[in-house]
């Protein structure tokens, strides 16, 4: 019975998914200038192969919107030299699987938030920018500036057909209700819906008009030093993008699932099937944030749904090719729009107000440089200059002061409470600054807390944090809550509290269990554990 039920988890997992990624796939294929078979044979490959070699965790991999960029700039750099984008594809693949066999998979939580939400809305932004031509009817251009160059000068002579179906599909994608948008996906009834019309209105504009629906045949590309040195640049670029996101994806899909995988295995597995995807033609992913979760969402639990889902896919190819081909590009863009708005960090936009100078100074500078120059130059700046202002910010701080410690009493106190109420009260010190190195390390250190009820939580610094901070004890508070475990947050900074305030972390926690000593809030703790068992 539970086989079954998985079973069916998994096959509705995959059929989410697959409706989801379908436009996707489409648009990002048109978009890279390698044609939307391209996109569609390789997700269909890629995650064939994570689902025999990667973790049990449902990763639906495909080409995402980062990606895209990446291979679109590429393809433009490179004049569209199809054979050369192919070796640097395969070149990505064998530095994804290499990088997987080292300790680079573990490097990622240490990059700042703000370095990640930088790098992402650039990619939103850039999105949005790319589409705003095939949007009007006019032709896509391969980066922002020539993209708003071209819109502006050749704006009078829009095509109307293209702009009508266009401003149909983003009132459609952005206007669905998300209780409608949760059973049919929004941007897949604005692919159909809006297709139709342009057939049945007989509107000229310009449309996918192919798409192969035979099997990708194998290309080896023509290689030698010369060529592999002056395009591993680009390889690296790719690489590194095709690895950050996908192990963005794995942090998603643990929180999601209550497991820890192998960080390793999955970009190895990736690795491999990027390398088969370059070799057939096909287009690099990632595992992709959107189509897992709405995999995971539905009821999918384990790789099975990797498996099951490009048969899907296949059948809707091989099925529906004709219909493909009539889709408009103008729909195309505007679904990429909405995707393009649905990467942009409207988390932190929230906060941003409340966000230290020197979080805003990495964002911006990682958002302008991803946006108008290079994207791993970006993120590689960001990270440099978020450590020189952190260092600066602890070396301005820095002070030589003796202490003589002459009661340990409390430390007593805190032994003694653990055992009489048998560790369903513990006392955790946060020594040092809460930042963003120490952050995710900390958040692993609550997984397990078997049978406590009442965590009290001393954060022994007065410094303010960080935003990686904040929204680290917020994941941390999240995770008590859904272990059942309630949260007593010990501070010595009024400062601090409200910082905490204004984000809604003290909302989040409750007032009445925020205190600033704590003999007051071990009692606390055990009058609430005494009235529970009452």
């Given at each position: 019975?539970?086989?079954?039920?998985?079973?069916?988890?998994?096959?509705?997992g995959?059929?989410?998914?697959?409706?989801?990624?379908?436009?996707?796939?489409?648009?990002?294929?048109?978009?890279?200038?390698?044609?939307?078979?391209?996109?569609?044979?390789?997700?269909?490959?890629?995650?064939?192969i994570?689902a025999?070699?990667?973790p049990k965790?449902?990763f639906?991999?495909?080409?995402?919107?980062?990606?895209?960029?990446?291979?679109?700039?590429?393809?433009?750099?490179?004049?569209?030299?199809i054979?050369?984008?192919?070796?640097i594809?395969?070149?990505?693949?064998?530095?994804?699987?290499?990088?997987?066999?080292?300790?680079?998979?573990?490097?990622?939580?240490?990059?700042?938030y703000?370095?990640i939400?930088?790098?992402?809305?650039?990619?939103?932004?850039i999105?949005?920018?790319?589409q705003?031509?095939?949007?009007?009817?006019?032709?896509?251009?391969?980066?922002?500036?020539e993209?708003?160059?071209?819109?502006?000068?050749?704006?009078?002579?829009?095509?109307?057909?293209?702009?009508?179906?266009?401003?149909?599909?983003?009132?459609?994608?952005?206007a669905?209700?998300?209780?409608?948008?949760?059973?049919?996906?929004?941007?897949?009834?604005?692919?159909?819906?809006?297709t139709?019309?342009?057939?049945?209105?007989?509107?000229?504009?310009?449309?996918?008009?192919?798409?192969?629906?035979?099997?990708?045949?194998?290309?080896?590309?023509?290689?030698?030093?010369?060529?592999i040195?002056?395009?591993?640049?680009?390889?690296?670029?790719?690489?590194i993008?095709?690895?950050?996101?996908?192990?963005?994806?794995?942090?998603?899909?643990d929180?999601?699932?209550?497991?820890?995988?192998?960080?390793?295995?999955?970009?190895?597995?990736?690795?491999?099937?990027?390398?088969f995807?370059?070799?057939?033609?096909s287009l690099?992913?990632?595992?992709a944030?959107?189509?897992?979760?709405?995999?995971?969402?539905?009821?999918?639990?384990?790789?099975?749904?990797?498996?099951?889902?490009?048969?899907?896919?296949?059948?809707?190819?091989f099925?529906?090719?004709?219909?493909?081909?009539?889709?408009?590009?103008?729909?195309?863009?505007?679904?990429?729009?909405k995707?393009?708005?649905?990467?942009?960090?409207?988390?932190?936009?929230?906060?941003?107000?409340?966000?230290?100078?020197?979080?805003?100074?990495?964002?911006f500078?990682?958002?302008?440089?991803?946006?108008?120059?290079?994207?791993?130059?970006?993120?590689g700046?960001?990270?440099?200059?978020?450590?020189?202002l952190?260092?600066?910010?602890?070396?301005?701080k820095?002070?030589?002061?003796?202490?003589?410690?002459?009661?340990n009493?409390?430390?007593?106190?805190?032994?003694?409470?653990?055992?009489?109420?048998e560790?369903?009260?513990?006392?955790?010190?946060?020594?040092?600054?809460?930042?963003?190195?120490?952050?995710?390390?900390?958040?692993?250190q609550?997984?397990?807390?078997?049978?406590?009820?009442?965590?009290?939580?001393?954060?022994s610094?007065?410094?303010?944090?960080?935003?990686?901070?904040?929204?680290?004890?917020?994941?941390?508070?999240?995770?008590?809550?859904?272990?059942?475990?309630?949260?007593?947050?010990?501070?010595?900074?009024?400062?601090?509290?409200?910082?905490l305030?204004?984000?809604?972390?003290?909302?989040?926690?409750?007032?009445?269990?925020?205190?600033?000593?704590?003999?007051?809030?071990i009692?606390?703790?055990?009058?609430?554990?005494?009235?529970?068992?009452?």
């Amino acid at each position: 019975m539970l086989k079954l039920k998985i079973l069916i988890g998994d096959t509705f997992g995959a059929l989410s998914a697959a409706i989801v990624a379908l436009p996707q796939l489409l648009a990002f294929g048109v978009v890279t200038g390698l044609g939307a078979s391209a996109g569609i044979w390789g997700a269909i490959i890629l995650c064939l192969i994570t689902a025999i070699l990667g973790p049990k965790v449902p990763f639906i991999s495909g080409i995402t919107g980062p990606v895209t960029i990446v291979i679109a700039s590429i393809m433009h750099a490179l004049q569209g030299d199809i054979s050369a984008v192919i070796l640097i594809l395969a070149m990505a693949g064998i530095l994804q699987t290499v990088l997987a066999l080292t300790s680079f998979p573990h490097i990622i939580k240490y990059m700042p938030y703000p370095v990640i939400s930088g790098f992402m809305n650039g990619i939103g932004v850039i999105l949005i920018i790319m589409q705003l031509n095939p949007l009007f009817g006019l032709s896509a251009k391969p980066n922002t500036i020539e993209s708003l160059h071209y819109f502006i000068t050749n704006l009078t002579h829009l095509n109307h057909d293209s702009l009508f179906i266009g401003l149909i599909t983003l009132l459609i994608v952005f206007a669905i209700p998300k209780k409608l948008n949760k059973i049919i996906p929004s941007q897949v009834l604005a692919l159909v819906i809006c297709t139709c019309i342009s057939i049945k209105m007989g509107l000229n504009l310009t449309r996918i008009s192919e798409i192969s629906i035979t099997l990708p045949q194998i290309h080896i590309p023509q290689s030698n030093i010369h060529a592999i040195i002056t395009y591993a640049h680009y390889a690296i670029t790719l690489a590194i993008v095709l690895c950050v996101e996908s192990l963005l994806t794995g942090l998603v899909a643990d929180s999601l699932l209550k497991t820890k995988t192998s960080s390793k295995r999955l970009l190895f597995a990736q690795g491999i099937g990027n390398i088969f995807c370059a070799l057939t033609g096909s287009l690099s992913g990632t595992a992709a944030t959107m189509r897992t979760v709405a995999a995971i969402n539905a009821g999918a639990t384990t790789r099975l749904t990797v498996l099951i889902m490009p048969l899907i896919l296949a059948v809707l190819v091989f099925k529906f090719s004709p219909f493909v081909a009539q889709i408009p590009l103008a729909v195309l863009a505007g679904i990429l729009i909405k995707i393009g708005f649905d990467i942009i960090d409207v988390k932190l936009l929230k906060v941003i107000k409340f966000a230290p100078k020197d979080d805003l100074y990495v964002l911006f500078l990682v958002f302008f440089l991803t946006v108008f120059y290079n994207l791993i130059v970006a993120v590689g700046a960001g990270i440099v200059f978020a450590a020189l202002l952190y260092a600066k910010r602890i070396a301005d701080k820095t002070k030589l002061v003796e202490k003589n410690i002459s009661d340990n009493s409390i430390i007593d106190i805190e032994k003694q409470v653990e055992q009489d109420f048998e560790h369903k009260i513990r006392v955790v010190h946060i020594e040092g600054q809460f930042f963003f190195g120490s952050a995710t390390q900390l958040i692993s250190q609550f997984d397990e807390l078997l049978g406590t009820k009442y965590l009290i939580l001393n954060y022994s610094s007065e410094d303010l944090m960080d935003i990686s901070a904040i929204f680290a004890l917020e994941d941390i508070i999240v995770r008590l809550n859904s272990q059942k475990i309630r949260t007593i947050l010990i501070l010595h900074s009024p400062d601090l509290y409200n910082q905490l305030e204004s984000h809604g972390i003290i909302e989040q926690v409750g007032k009445h269990h925020i205190f600033f000593d704590e003999a007051r809030a071990i009692r606390f703790a055990k009058r609430c554990l005494k009235r529970r068992k009452l």
